[in-house]
C-alpha cells in the first residue's frame, strides 16, 4: 500500500502547490491564451509523469510515429480500462490535448481547472441537451488544432481480460466526421494492473508495479467518407484496437 499512500499524498501536494502556477496562467491566460496552454500542458505532462515513477509505471510505446506533431489534431479513440489510461496516455502527447471525460470530475478543486486550460471536455449524459453542446465544443476545438480523446465505450471495461470490448458508440465519432479531422485508434494494455485489478486494502485498492502498452495506430481519415463508411467506421475502429490488443498478447 506504500505505493497508494505515495501517489495520494503526491496528488494533494501537487494540487495544493499548484495553485500560485494555476493563477499565473490564468493572468497570463486573458492576454495569450496559447501561452497559458503551453504552461497547463508540460505542467499536467510533468505531474503525471512523476505519479507513474512513483506507481512503478513501465510504458512500452507502439506506432509512436503515429502520434501527430502539435496543431495537427485528431481524435484519439481508445479502449478504457482504468483511470490511469489518461495518465499513462497524456504524458505521450506532442501537442494540446483534450480529453472527453465524466461531469464529475469537474468537481474536483483546482484539478477542474487545469481540466480547462488544457482544453478538456465534462460530458454530461443526464442532461442531452448539455452533452450536445459539449461535443459542438469539440468539434470546434478539433478545428483550431487542438487533439481530443474519448472512449467510444462510454465506461470502463472492468473485466480481467484485456481483449474484452463494448460496443463502439456511433455518436462519439460525430466529432471527427463533423470536423472532418481524422480518427486515431488506440490500444491499451495492463492500464487496470497499475489499480483497479488489484485487492483493496482501507476502501482502496492497491497500486503495484505494472508493464503496460499503449499502441497508436495508422489515423483514418473521415473527410469524404460516404455514408455507409461513417456507420461502419465505430466498429472498424473497434476491430483495429482489437487486433493491436491481441498482438500484444503474443508478444508480453
Known amino acids: ?27 497570463v491566460g486573458k492576454k495569450d491564451p ?15 509523469g512523476v505519479l507513474l515513477k512513483i506507481c512503478g509505471t513501465k510504458i512500452e510505446v507502439r ?14 479513440v481508445s479502449n478504457h480500462r482504468s483511470y490511469f489510461d489518461i495518465i499513462a496516455t497524456y504524458v505521450l502527447m506532442k501537442g494540446d490535448t483534450g480529453y472527453v471525460a465524466k461531469q464529475e470530475f469537474g468537481n474536483i478543486p483546482v484539478f477542474m481547472t487545469w481540466m480547462k486550460y488544457i482544453h478538456c ?38 473485466t480481467d481480460s484485456d481483449l474484452e470490448m463494448m460496443e463502439f458508440k456511433a455518436g462519439s465519432f460525430k466529432l471527427a466526421e463533423k470536423s472532418k479531422r481524422p480518427v486515431l485508434p ?10 483497479e485489478g488489484n485487492g483493496k486494502f482501507a476502501g482502496l485498492h492497491k497500486i503495484r508495479k505494472a508493464h503496460i502498452i499503449i499502441e497508436f495506430g495508422k489515423p483514418i481519415p473521415t473527410e469524404g467518407m460516404t455514408m455507409e463508411e461513417r ?13 493491436m490488443l491481441k498482438s500484444h498478447q503474443k508478444k508480453k
Open 121 to 158: 471536455l465534462l460530458l454530461d449524459r443526464s442532461d442531452p441537451k448539455k452533452a450536445i453542446r459539449t461535443m459542438n465544443s469539440g468539434v470546434e476545438e478539433l478545428k483550431n488544432g487542438v487533439s481530443l480523446w474519448i472512449c467510444p465505450e462510454g465506461t470502463r471495461t472492468k
Open 63 to 76: 506506432g509512436k510515429e503515429n502520434i501527430p506533431e502539435a496543431g495537427d489534431s485528431v481524435l484519439y
Open 1 to 27: 500500500m506504500i505505493r497508494t499512500y505515495l501517489a495520494i499524498l503526491w496528488a494533494v501536494v501537487y494540487l495544493t502547490g499548484s495553485i500560485p502556477v494555476q493563477i499565473y496562467a490564468g493572468i
Open 231 to 243: 456507420k461502419a467506421l465505430p466498429e472498424r475502429s473497434r476491430q483495429i484496437i482489437l487486433e
Open 34 to 48: 496559447k501561452k497559458r496552454d503551453r504552461i497547463a500542458f508540460r505542467q499536467i505532462q510533468w505531474t503525471f
Open 186 to 195: 488506440v490500444a491499451l494494455t495492463g492500464t487496470r494492473n497499475i489499480y
